[in-house]
């Protein structure tokens, strides 16, 4: 198994500006994604955070909005840009080995509240 | 994309077995079935995986029928601890991550 963390656990932001959320694992990963879930809905993957080159979106997601890096193999940042009221959600990471028995790992989640 | 159905919402009472099914009729030759426990402001937990026949772990079991087209978690003797949402997911996460995809889950409540 492995333990994620993410910060910051919660933020309360202005329309317009930007959040950088983290997501740090105690081992190294092969892939880790993030997800977002809206109040009372299942979760959304937002992108595939994927080491040494740009993350894959998923469809609905751009790169201009979620900017993704991934540095190495323990750690990845979300940035939420320009944010809005509909960007009020909880974004999680999550992290697997990649094998197909694998199951994945999730962070505690960041609940960003939008103004 | 194997898309799974799921009852949006079951009850229970403490010391009853539950069990929640999920159906996936287009599953793949090479999809794993996976289930997820969430509980409020928290990120899913990993429950049970099952390709074929039965699986059990000190947690629950997993029936999944020849055809694979639907699986059954069972939960045996739940308690109030139980109360979350529960998700079945199919897919093989090594070939396509946008293949993994989160139904809507099944909200269980348990009640003294």
């Known amino acids: 198994s492995a333990v994620i963390s993410q910060k910051p656990s919660r933020d309360i932001c202005q329309r317009g500006t930007s959040l950088t959320i983290q997501c740090q694992v105690d081992s190294q990963v092969t892939m880790m994604f993030w997800y977002r879930q809206q109040p009372g809905q299942s979760l959304t993957l937002i992108a595939t955070?994927?080491?040494?080159?740009?993350?894959?979106?998923e469809s609905g997601f751009v790169i201009d909005k979620f900017p993704i890096s991934r540095p190495n193999l323990t750690f990845s940042t979300l940035t939420v840009s320009n944010m809005s009221p509909e960007d009020s959600s909880i974004y999680l990471c999550?992290?697997?080995?990649?094998?197909?028995?694998?199951?994945?790992?999730f962070g505690p989640g960041t609940r960003l509240t939008v103004l | 994309l194997a898309k799974t159905t799921q009852p949006i919402s079951m009850d229970s009472y403490e010391g009853q077995e539950v069990n929640i099914t999920c159906s996936h009729n287009?599953?793949?030759?090479?999809?794993?079935i996976t289930w997820y426990q969430q509980f409020p402001s928290q990120g899913p937990r990993f429950i049970i995986q099952?390709?074929?026949t039965k699986v059990t772990n000190e947690v629950a079991s997993l029936f999944i029928p020849a055809d694979r087209k639907s699986s059954t978690l069972s939960l045996p003797r739940v308690s109030l601890s139980d109360t979350a949402v529960y998700y079945c997911l199919v897919g093989d996460i090594s070939s396509s991550a946008s293949k993994i995809i989160f139904g809507s889950g099944t909200r269980l409540s348990i009640r003294p």
């Open positions: 287009n599953i793949a030759t090479n999809d794993y």
């Open positions: 099952g390709y074929k």
């Open positions: 999550s992290v697997t080995s990649g094998r197909g028995t694998d199951t994945q790992y």
């Open positions: 955070a994927n080491q040494g080159s740009e993350a894959t979106y």
